[in-house]
């Protein structure tokens, strides 16, 4: 049975939640062993995939993507070893990605349900990106049905405040496995990470996801499926060291928490 993380956030459009979730994917589909699946609660398209360079098309969606299970769900035809046939390879035999669709009909959350059954039988791990804040019945479900949750929030005090007060924790993370990430994360900004995690979370672990300018290019021109190959499979990236540094020690957190620990590939 596959493993499901989910990347969330209190905040609309602060918190970098699709940016994190698709470099840690990215990270952990070239550096483990295991099997991943990556996709998001939109249904309709989304940032993550022009991040992997995958532009959604009328013809792809009615191919593959959320549309084409959609169809099979509907038959009862859907399988988990057919999952595999509609999604689009990032990393072969390392990453795929199940991409939305342009029908705005087939926003439903039983449908995302049973997707999910489905994929966590094909896949090892389901990284999902989650739409933001509690509004959604369909986030709140799946915050409830993660194995990991993480909590993207800004370097932002007033934020940080908020949501450790209680103010923006939901009931559904309260007895949940949680990672905080303080997203783009920099060090000669206030608050620092070891004040963060001092005075706001002595529970959960906190990680700082650093901010990289070869990251961020690579978003705007929808290329960190390279960029990441690239530096992973080179001794080129020291320019951006810190931040890989930084998605490694939560990937290393996330593998060993689930058990995956000794998959890890050792660097040539």
């Known amino acids: 049975m596959g493993k499901t993380i989910v990347s969330w956030s209190p905040v609309h ?3 970098a939640t699709t940016s994190n979730v698709a470099a840690l994917a990215a990270h952990f589909g070239l550096k ?7 996709t998001h ?8 995939e022009t991040l992997f360079g995958k532009e959604m098309t009328t013809s792809r969606g009615f191919d593959s993507g959320i549309e084409a299970l959609e169809r099979l769900t509907k038959s009862n035809l859907l399988k988990a070893d057919a999952v595999r046939d509609y999604t689009e390879t990032v990393y072969k035999g390392r ?3 199940l991409g939305g669709t342009q029908n705005q009909s087939l926003e439903t959350p039983q449908l995302l349900e049973v997707l999910l059954s489905v994929t966590e039988d094909a896949y090892d791990l389901v990284w999902i990106d989650a739409h933001s804040g509690t509004r959604s019945n369909t986030s709140r479900r799946l915050l409830n049905k993660a194995d990991i949750v993480i909590v993207n929030l800004p370097q932002n005090r007033y934020v940080l405040e908020q949501f ?5 924790f939901p009931n559904e993370l309260k007895e949940k496995e949680i990672i905080i990430l303080i997203s783009q994360y920099d060090k000669h900004v206030k608050p620092g990470i070891q004040k963060i995690k001092s005075k706001y979370s002595k529970k959960y672990p906190v990680f700082p996801v650093n901010y990289s300018s070869k990251f961020k290019d690579a978003s705007n021109s929808f290329g960190i499926t390279e960029l990441f190959y690239r530096v ?26 689930l058990e995956l620990e000794d998959t890890e590939e050792d660097d040539e």
């Open 13 to 15: 459009g602060q918190a």
């Open 32 to 38: 483990y062993t295991h099997q991943s699946l990556i």
């Open 41 to 48: 609660t939109q249904l309709t398209h989304s940032t993550l």
């Open 95 to 97: 990453l795929d990605l």
């Open 164 to 168: 450790f007060s209680g103010e923006g």
């Open 232 to 257: 992973t499979n080179s001794n080129k990236g020291l320019d951006m060291q810190d931040f890989i540094d930084s998605l490694a020690k939560v990937n290393k957190y996330i593998a060993k928490k």
